[in-house]
C-alpha cells in the first residue's frame, strides 16, 4: 500500500519561506513521478511542480516559478518544495502527489486526474 506523508506546512509571514516535504512508501521511489498541488478555499486544485522519476526535469506553475523549488531525495524517499518569497495568495492546502513513470519527462503533468496517489494535505497560511 502506497502511502505518502507531508509535513512542513504552517503560517508565514509574507515574504517569509517555508520547506514542505512529503516521505513515500510502499513502492519504488526510483520509478514514481512526483508533484505538489494546492487548494484554497472555495477554489478547485491546482498545479504547483512536478518532478520527473530522477531529478533530471522540473515543471513549475507560472505563479510559483522563481519562488518555489521542487527536489527529492532518493537516500530518503522523499521530495520538497522550497517556497520562498511566499505571498497571502499561496495560502492553500498543499498536497503531494505520484503515479508511476512512463517516460522521461511527465506528460500531463499538471493534470491532477493522472496521479494515482495522494497525501493528506498540510496547511500554509500567509497572513495579508
Known amino acids: 500500500q502506497v502511502q505518502l506523508v507531508e509535513s512542513g506546512g504552517g503560517s508565514v509571514q509574507a515574504g517569509g519561506s517555508l520547506r514542505l516535504s512529503c516521505t513515500v512508501s510502499g513502492r519504488t521511489f526510483s520509478s514514481y513521478d512526483m508533484a505538489w498541488f494546492r487548494q484554497a478555499p472555495g477554489q478547485e486544485r491546482e498545479f504547483v511542480a512536478a518532478?520527473?522519476?530522477?531529478?533530471?526535469?522540473?515543471y513549475y506553475a507560472d505563479s510559483v516559478k522563481g519562488r518555489f523549488t521542487i527536489s527529492r531525495d532518493h537516500t530518503k524517499n522523499a521530495e520538497y518544495l522550497q517556497m520562498n518569497s511566499l505571498k497571502p495568495e499561496d495560502t492553500a492546502v498543499y498536497y503531494c502527489a505520484g503515479r508511476a513513470s512512463q517516460a522521461y519527462t511527465i506528460r500531463g503533468y499538471d493534470d491532477p486526474s493522472g496521479y494515482t496517489d495522494w497525501g493528506q494535505g498540510t496547511q500554509v497560511t500567509v497572513p495579508s
Open positions: 518532478i520527473n522519476w530522477n531529478g533530471g526535469v522540473t
